[in-house]
């Protein structure tokens, strides 16, 4: 049943991708099916249909104009079917655990591919290296570039870089030279393929392929630091491959005899270049965007399209300077990564998320698909046994060689050495992908006589890596018993820890006189927080940028989330329950009660009231009222400020305007709104009521001497309280939703400290609830009070929404639930004393929180 | 065991003696004299570690007013690289101790428990220069972490419970993820020639 939703779910996103893709391919399918379009014959059919159409003399109801649409509709069709491959392998979770995904897309486009064979007898689609490098790589760099772990990937750099600049020159040189040397030999009978055109094969064959190995090492859990040395040197060594290719094809263009030492050192500092310039695009466009996006504040709709747009035209303008368009592309991402977050809007953020993950994944999966129908072609299957296995194996055997030489030369400088076994993974975790095929495909048949050779081995080298070694990496991981990542969630404590962890270090590094890692990191720091920050973020968001502010918010938010779930499980029946209990006051205080009554913000303040589900009449309690002091307010102010912007906001219903720039929060349709702020504060009473029914004395007495206030909720008391409140207040119900933000939660972090987490939570509403005690006595005319026509209407039908909308309260943006009940509170006491309702107030907000 | 070899010392022993302007002992001001210290949010905890007995080995409580060379290559000793051969006991006991000396951070009175009071000062001086955040939020941050800590390491608490702070055993396990035996390392101890053992 659940699976069956998220089919449906994935089917629906798979159909609008399609329709953005689309879009986006559209000039690219010329090319894909240049052998197949045969553009006169459609050329002339369209003339036919054009001189059939003005031959007849009415107007034609319906035509069938296939060739009108022929391209894109292809285009969208393979979308559709490679990802309805993906859904149905996806499907089976048995089976992707034991072969990885991207294997299995591989196979699944040998069967599409000899279905199209066995059709049209010749393979019309395959994978172009212009689609290939301008449609299909960039989003899953970018999205690569994204996502990199920064800081992980800066410490681990220098490894990395060796790994992926001279560990690629390694393997492209050692192939090459092997291949020939093994040519001279005659161990591969007679080829025509000269020193140059071995080593351009082996620069095209040197690269680890980033899109295969993120498939493969994202199901094999490895540690962080063995994760980062083969993702990143897969990254980097793309644009250092592509560079090598490059230059190789231009000595082979060259031809032999012309290239003289010159050419080689222009080779080589082109090389740098190359990398260098690239990288260099890359961050000049990452800063811009960050830039954009700090004020993109009034355009939020199109902001997350700013980053995927200028992250393509950083790939297409490296491309045009003949610079490392891969390079470029991933440092565009992770330059803009922190500053765009800090600046969009949290909704913008998880669109770019979601997007750029959607994007990725739907062109991996195509990818692969078509790296799969690739295969079944006739035309460039070149059996050459020598060639083939001898090409095999030396990649195989000198990645070994490579990873090994070079991690035993980093280990000497490295102070955590990476282990023999992190090495062996290192090394098999070498895979081949689309890369080393669209630059085989993209070689020159007039100046390479064996090109479709070529094209043939590094077919079999990737699927021999994708396949074999994908399959055979978890077993292996396994065996080896490599380190794996911890997969637990982080704790503030350790973030905290973590925090002034590296304080210490840098202290030590500072006190011992060393210039060191550490160092260099806090100078980096230091520069970027009162430099980089300043000019790229915007101002409210440098605040929210904090790592220890970040766990502090996912707590907030799980404690939230957690607080809600808990209400609704013991909510609905426990308010039904309730209404028959019998309620007892005990005025202690009702005189500082009153204070309330001054629409106060902080409700810091305590009233009094006595709980009783059961029918015994009841706890009586002292109550510890504090005056509110002018200090005190003004940081509870603070703490609420900071904290209503991370609880728990109900999901606003969005109104359907038909306008493109906004999109709106629903205000007017007060109707669902009310129903669910009722249920939720039903929920919500009926919750801490049952709560504080079963253990309020102790706690009370705990409380004494904090600052923080403990209140008795009334449970049946504030049920009615709703009721009424509901019934007079039916047109106030949206104003309300607008405030979100908690009070409680700051009073309760600060105050309550450590006493009972366990408990903690319970009270919170408590300091909601202030019942003002005349309420007990009005509370039976209260729940008289005439209903508004709506109120009773819906009112009968509150239980059961309760569950209806239960699924409403999981979204993560939603209007907080918890001070819903803030607001009728305060409004319930004006309205018992038959005042116009007046309007809430207005907290302070925050102003760049939008 | 203690690794650190002539070599380092020679180092250590170089800045020493820079630190000191050639004296026997470092005080207090020395170290407040170093400049790049000078926007370490917690530098006040950092040079009060280095005048914590806790932190000499010698079972020791209580404060120093002033250090000699010895007691500044032991606080340094915190910081040396694990040596590539450990068992696992040994890995263990490095473990705790540079745990340890995190925790003695945290532990000003030296009862061996973290309290909330101690906790949040050292939040906030931990967030005190980050600029962003103001006192209050700290405050709540540190409460916040002090109420998870209790919930991961007692679990359920009856209402009238009280969690008293941390003890180093609830440390240990709460910081189990963090792998401070591949972190808790400066580099200038790592160049392990002759090596001396005390």
């Given at each position: 049943?659940?699976?069956?939703?998220y089919a449906l779910f994935w089917l629906l996103e798979s159909v609008l991708l399609i329709c953005v893709v689309s879009s986006v391919k559209g000039e690219a399918v010329v090319t894909r099916e240049g052998s197949h379009l045969k553009l006169s014959e459609s050329s002339h059919s369209n003339e036919s249909q054009h001189g059939h159409s003005s031959n007849i003399t009415g107007i034609p109801i319906i035509s069938f104009k296939w060739h009108h649409v022929e391209t894109p509709y292809l285009v969208a069709f393979w979308v559709l079917v490679s990802f309805l491959g993906k859904l149905v392998i996806e499907a089976n979770h048995h089976v992707t655990s034991v072969i990885p995904e991207s294997a299995l897309l591989i196979c699944f486009g040998f069967i599409l591919g000899g279905m199209i064979w066995a059709a049209d007898k010749v393979q019309t689609f395959r994978l172009t290296p212009t689609v290939f490098f301008f449609y299909l790589l960039p989003q899953v760099i970018l999205d690569a570039g994204y996502?990199?772990?920064?800081?992980?990937?800066?410490t681990n750099l220098g490894g990395i870089l060796v790994h992926a600049v001279i560990g690629t020159c390694w393997n492209a040189a050692s192939l090459g030279l092997s291949l020939w040397g093994c040519q001279m030999g005659g161990a591969m009978g007679d080829l025509d393929i000269g020193l140059l055109q071995y080593l351009l094969f082996g620069s095209l064959m040197a690269a680890v392929d980033p899109v295969a190995v993120i498939a493969v090492f994202e199901q094999v859990h490895v540690n962080d630091v063995l994760f980062i040395m083969v993702f990143g040197e897969?990254?980097?060594?793309?644009?250092?491959?592509?560079?090598?290719?490059n230059v190789f094809d231009a000595f082979v263009s060259l031809g032999g005899p012309k290239i003289d030492a010159a050419e080689i050192i222009k080779g080589i500092v082109s090389f740098f270049v190359v990398a260098f310039g690239g990288s260099l695009v890359g961050l000049v466009f990452g800063l811009l965007i960050s830039l954009l996006t700090r004020c993109t504040k009034n355009i939020q709709i199109i902001e997350p399209g700013f980053i995927f747009v200028l992250g393509y035209l950083s790939y297409l303008t490296a491309e045009m300077l003949s610079l490392s368009a891969i390079l470029s592309i991933v440092f565009c991402g992770m330059c803009c990564q922190k500053y765009i977050n800090a600046n969009m809007d949290e909704n913008s953020v998880q669109t770019v998320r979601y997007a750029m993950k959607a994007f990725a994944n739907g062109s991996e999966t195509i990818i692969f698909v078509f790296l799969g129908i690739s295969a079944i072609d006739k035309v460039i299957w070149v059996w050459n046994t020598g060639f083939i296995l001898l090409t095999l194996l030396f990649v195989l055997v000198y990645r070994f060689i490579g990873v090994f030489f070079l991690t035993w030369i980093l280990n000497?400088?490295?102070?955590?050495?990476?282990?023999?076994?992190?090495?062996?993974?290192?090394?098999?975790?070498?895979?081949?992908?689309?890369?080393?095929?669209?630059?085989?495909v993209m070689l020159d048949e007039n100046k390479i006589k064996e090109k479709n050779l070529m094209v043939c081995t590094t077919l079999i080298v990737v699927y021999f890596t994708v396949i074999l070694q994908g399959i055979t990496m978890k077993p292996l991981v396994m065996w080896l018993k490599v380190k794996r990542a911890a997969v637990t969630e982080v704790s503030l404590l350790e973030k905290l820890t973590n925090k002034m962890f590296n304080h210490t270090l840098v202290a030590i590094e500072d006190i011992s006189g060393q210039i060191g890692h550490n160092y260099m990191r806090s100078k980096w720091k230091y520069f970027e927080e009162n430099w980089m920050s300043w000019i790229l973020m915007k101002p409210s968001a440098r605040k929210k940028q904090d790592q220890v502010f970040d766990v502090f918010h996912q707590l907030n938010l799980k404690d939230a989330m957690e607080?809600?779930?808990?209400?609704e499980r013991r909510g609905s029946l426990e308010f039904v329950r309730n209404e028959n209990s019998i309620i007892d006051f005990k005025k202690k205080s009702e005189s500082e009660s009153f204070d309330i009554n001054n629409t106060n913000m902080s409700n810091d303040h305590g009233a009094m009231s006595t709980t009783s589900r059961d029918p015994i009449p009841s706890v009586s309690l002292e109550m510890h009222e504090q005056i509110m002091k002018a200090v005190r307010e003004a940081e509870a102010i603070n703490a609420h400020h900071l904290l209503d912007q991370h609880l728990y906001k109900s999901r606003k219903q969005?109104?359907?305007?038909?306008?493109?720039?906004?999109?709106?929060?629903?205000?007017?349709?007060?109707?669902?709104?009310?129903?669910?702020?009722?249920t939720m504060r039903n929920r919500m009473k009926s919750f801490t009521s049952a709560k504080m029914g079963v253990k309020p004395p102790k706690t009370i007495v705990k409380h004494t001497q904090k600052e923080q206030q403990q209140k008795m909720p009334n449970g049946k008391s504030m049920d009615k309280a709703k009721t009424s409140y509901s019934g007079d207040e039916g047109s106030e119900g949206d104003s309300a939703s607008g405030y979100d933000?908690?009070?409680?939660?700051?009073?309760?972090?600060?105050g309550a400290g450590i006493e009972n987490p366990a408990f903690m939570p319970d009270l919170d509403p408590m300091d909601l609830l202030q019942i003002p005690p005349w309420l007990g006595e009005s509370e039976l005319d209260s729940s008289m009070v005439a209903l508004s026509h709506r109120a009773q209407v819906d009112l009968p039908r509150t239980p059961s929404n309760l569950r209806r909308l239960a699924p409403l309260r999981i979204s993560t943006r939603s209007t907080d639930s918890f001070t819903l009940e803030n607001i009728p509170d305060t409004q319930q006491m004006d309205s018992d004393q038959l005042q116009p309702p007046p309007p809430p107030p207005r907290p302070p907000r925050d102003d760049g929180y939008v | 065991m203690q690794c650190i070899s002539f070599e380092q010392i020679g180092v250590l022993h170089k800045r020493f003696k820079q630190l000191s302007h050639n004296e026997e002992t470092l005080r207090r001001?020395?170290?407040?004299?170093?400049?790049?210290?000078?926007?370490?949010?917690?530098?006040?905890?950092?040079?009060?570690?280095?005048?914590?007995?806790?932190?000499?080995?010698?079972?020791?409580?209580?404060?120093?007013?002033?250090?000699?060379?010895?007691?500044?290559?032991?606080?340094?000793?915190?910081?040396?690289?694990?040596?590539?051969?450990?068992?696992?006991?040994?890995?263990?006991?490095?473990?705790?101790e540079k745990l340890r000396f995190l925790f003695n951070m945290h532990d000003t009175d030296n009862d061996g428990i973290i309290t909330l009071e101690e906790y949040r000062h050292v939040v906030e001086e931990l967030l005190s220069r980050s600029g962003t955040l103001e006192k209050e939020t700290a405050k709540c941050i540190a409460d916040a972490a002090m109420l998870e800590v209790a919930s991961i390491s007692v679990g359920h608490m009856e209402p009238d419970e009280f969690y008293e702070g941390i003890t180093f055993e609830h440390f240990l396990k709460l910081l189990e993820r963090f792998e401070i035996e591949s972190r808790m390392i400066i580099r200038f101890l790592n160049m392990d020639t002759t090596t001396l053992c005390k």
């Amino acid at each position: 049943m659940l699976r069956c939703g998220y089919a449906l779910f994935w089917l629906l996103e798979s159909v609008l991708l399609i329709c953005v893709v689309s879009s986006v391919k559209g000039e690219a399918v010329v090319t894909r099916e240049g052998s197949h379009l045969k553009l006169s014959e459609s050329s002339h059919s369209n003339e036919s249909q054009h001189g059939h159409s003005s031959n007849i003399t009415g107007i034609p109801i319906i035509s069938f104009k296939w060739h009108h649409v022929e391209t894109p509709y292809l285009v969208a069709f393979w979308v559709l079917v490679s990802f309805l491959g993906k859904l149905v392998i996806e499907a089976n979770h048995h089976v992707t655990s034991v072969i990885p995904e991207s294997a299995l897309l591989i196979c699944f486009g040998f069967i599409l591919g000899g279905m199209i064979w066995a059709a049209d007898k010749v393979q019309t689609f395959r994978l172009t290296p212009t689609v290939f490098f301008f449609y299909l790589l960039p989003q899953v760099i970018l999205d690569a570039g994204y996502h990199m772990p920064n800081k992980l990937f800066f410490t681990n750099l220098g490894g990395i870089l060796v790994h992926a600049v001279i560990g690629t020159c390694w393997n492209a040189a050692s192939l090459g030279l092997s291949l020939w040397g093994c040519q001279m030999g005659g161990a591969m009978g007679d080829l025509d393929i000269g020193l140059l055109q071995y080593l351009l094969f082996g620069s095209l064959m040197a690269a680890v392929d980033p899109v295969a190995v993120i498939a493969v090492f994202e199901q094999v859990h490895v540690n962080d630091v063995l994760f980062i040395m083969v993702f990143g040197e897969s990254l980097l060594n793309d644009g250092v491959t592509v560079v090598l290719f490059n230059v190789f094809d231009a000595f082979v263009s060259l031809g032999g005899p012309k290239i003289d030492a010159a050419e080689i050192i222009k080779g080589i500092v082109s090389f740098f270049v190359v990398a260098f310039g690239g990288s260099l695009v890359g961050l000049v466009f990452g800063l811009l965007i960050s830039l954009l996006t700090r004020c993109t504040k009034n355009i939020q709709i199109i902001e997350p399209g700013f980053i995927f747009v200028l992250g393509y035209l950083s790939y297409l303008t490296a491309e045009m300077l003949s610079l490392s368009a891969i390079l470029s592309i991933v440092f565009c991402g992770m330059c803009c990564q922190k500053y765009i977050n800090a600046n969009m809007d949290e909704n913008s953020v998880q669109t770019v998320r979601y997007a750029m993950k959607a994007f990725a994944n739907g062109s991996e999966t195509i990818i692969f698909v078509f790296l799969g129908i690739s295969a079944i072609d006739k035309v460039i299957w070149v059996w050459n046994t020598g060639f083939i296995l001898l090409t095999l194996l030396f990649v195989l055997v000198y990645r070994f060689i490579g990873v090994f030489f070079l991690t035993w030369i980093l280990n000497r400088y490295r102070l955590v050495p990476l282990e023999f076994v992190d090495q062996v993974i290192m090394s098999y975790g070498g895979l081949r992908g689309a890369v080393a095929y669209g630059l085989a495909v993209m070689l020159d048949e007039n100046k390479i006589k064996e090109k479709n050779l070529m094209v043939c081995t590094t077919l079999i080298v990737v699927y021999f890596t994708v396949i074999l070694q994908g399959i055979t990496m978890k077993p292996l991981v396994m065996w080896l018993k490599v380190k794996r990542a911890a997969v637990t969630e982080v704790s503030l404590l350790e973030k905290l820890t973590n925090k002034m962890f590296n304080h210490t270090l840098v202290a030590i590094e500072d006190i011992s006189g060393q210039i060191g890692h550490n160092y260099m990191r806090s100078k980096w720091k230091y520069f970027e927080e009162n430099w980089m920050s300043w000019i790229l973020m915007k101002p409210s968001a440098r605040k929210k940028q904090d790592q220890v502010f970040d766990v502090f918010h996912q707590l907030n938010l799980k404690d939230a989330m957690e607080y809600v779930t808990e209400g609704e499980r013991r909510g609905s029946l426990e308010f039904v329950r309730n209404e028959n209990s019998i309620i007892d006051f005990k005025k202690k205080s009702e005189s500082e009660s009153f204070d309330i009554n001054n629409t106060n913000m902080s409700n810091d303040h305590g009233a009094m009231s006595t709980t009783s589900r059961d029918p015994i009449p009841s706890v009586s309690l002292e109550m510890h009222e504090q005056i509110m002091k002018a200090v005190r307010e003004a940081e509870a102010i603070n703490a609420h400020h900071l904290l209503d912007q991370h609880l728990y906001k109900s999901r606003k219903q969005h109104r359907h305007r038909f306008s493109r720039s906004h999109f709106d929060i629903n205000r007017d349709e007060k109707e669902v709104q009310e129903i669910f702020q009722r249920t939720m504060r039903n929920r919500m009473k009926s919750f801490t009521s049952a709560k504080m029914g079963v253990k309020p004395p102790k706690t009370i007495v705990k409380h004494t001497q904090k600052e923080q206030q403990q209140k008795m909720p009334n449970g049946k008391s504030m049920d009615k309280a709703k009721t009424s409140y509901s019934g007079d207040e039916g047109s106030e119900g949206d104003s309300a939703s607008g405030y979100d933000q908690s009070y409680m939660r700051a009073t309760y972090r600060a105050g309550a400290g450590i006493e009972n987490p366990a408990f903690m939570p319970d009270l919170d509403p408590m300091d909601l609830l202030q019942i003002p005690p005349w309420l007990g006595e009005s509370e039976l005319d209260s729940s008289m009070v005439a209903l508004s026509h709506r109120a009773q209407v819906d009112l009968p039908r509150t239980p059961s929404n309760l569950r209806r909308l239960a699924p409403l309260r999981i979204s993560t943006r939603s209007t907080d639930s918890f001070t819903l009940e803030n607001i009728p509170d305060t409004q319930q006491m004006d309205s018992d004393q038959l005042q116009p309702p007046p309007p809430p107030p207005r907290p302070p907000r925050d102003d760049g929180y939008v | 065991m203690q690794c650190i070899s002539f070599e380092q010392i020679g180092v250590l022993h170089k800045r020493f003696k820079q630190l000191s302007h050639n004296e026997e002992t470092l005080r207090r001001d020395h170290f407040n004299e170093i400049d790049d210290l000078a926007f370490n949010p917690i530098r006040a905890q950092i040079i009060e570690a280095f005048f914590d007995r806790r932190n000499f080995h010698q079972n020791g409580e209580g404060k120093v007013q002033e250090i000699g060379f010895e007691e500044f290559v032991v606080v340094m000793s915190h910081f040396r690289p694990p040596s590539a051969h450990m068992t696992e006991e040994q890995r263990g006991k490095t473990r705790r101790e540079k745990l340890r000396f995190l925790f003695n951070m945290h532990d000003t009175d030296n009862d061996g428990i973290i309290t909330l009071e101690e906790y949040r000062h050292v939040v906030e001086e931990l967030l005190s220069r980050s600029g962003t955040l103001e006192k209050e939020t700290a405050k709540c941050i540190a409460d916040a972490a002090m109420l998870e800590v209790a919930s991961i390491s007692v679990g359920h608490m009856e209402p009238d419970e009280f969690y008293e702070g941390i003890t180093f055993e609830h440390f240990l396990k709460l910081l189990e993820r963090f792998e401070i035996e591949s972190r808790m390392i400066i580099r200038f101890l790592n160049m392990d020639t002759t090596t001396l053992c005390k």
